[in-house]
């Protein structure tokens, strides 16, 4: 799984520096939830890291965009992504284009 360069954080998320260690690493964190772009689907998923760590998704695919401190906070940070696309005019039918960094699935 890999990081997108300009992460969207929660702002309920205090240490991120340590967020990223623990991500980069595998290693699950309580509480924290991942919002990331699954090209095989071509969606946004949100999920614990304690599934994404342990292997619920393939560690290939996919690309981390957002953290946050909770399960509602994660679904906050989700509608935050789609008003920012919105904002900035992107195509909303293709979440590819909605981060920088995620386009056709891969990481640039």
Same mark, same amino acid.
């Given at each position: 799984?890999?990081?997108?360069?300009?992460?969207?954080?929660?702002?309920?998320?205090?240490?991120?520096?340590?967020?990223?260690?623990?991500?980069?690493?595998?290693?699950?964190?309580?509480?924290?939830?991942?919002?990331?772009?699954?090209?095989?689907?071509?969606?946004? @998923?949100?999920?614990?890291?304690?599934?994404?760590?342990?292997?619920?998704? &393939?560690?290939?695919? +996919? /690309?981390?965009v %957002?953290?946050?401190?909770?399960?509602?906070?994660?679904?906050?940070?989700?509608?935050?992504?789609?008003? @920012?696309?919105?904002?900035?005019?992107?195509?909303?039918?293709?979440?590819? &284009?909605?981060?920088? +960094? /995620?386009h056709? %699935?891969?990481?640039?």
């Amino acid at each position: 799984m890999q990081l997108a360069e300009n992460l969207f954080v929660s702002e309920n998320v205090t240490d991120l520096e340590t967020v990223v260690y623990a991500l980069k690493r595998n290693i699950p964190m309580p509480r924290l939830y991942c919002i990331f772009y699954n090209p095989d689907k071509n969606r946004y @998923e949100t999920t614990s890291s304690w599934e994404l760590c342990r292997g619920r998704f &393939s560690q290939n695919t +996919g /690309v981390i965009v %957002g953290v946050a401190n909770g399960r509602r906070q994660a679904y906050d940070l989700v509608v935050f992504m789609v008003e @920012e696309a919105l904002r900035e005019g992107k195509d909303i039918a293709n979440p590819s &284009s909605w981060v920088e +960094g /995620v386009h056709n %699935g891969f990481h640039v």
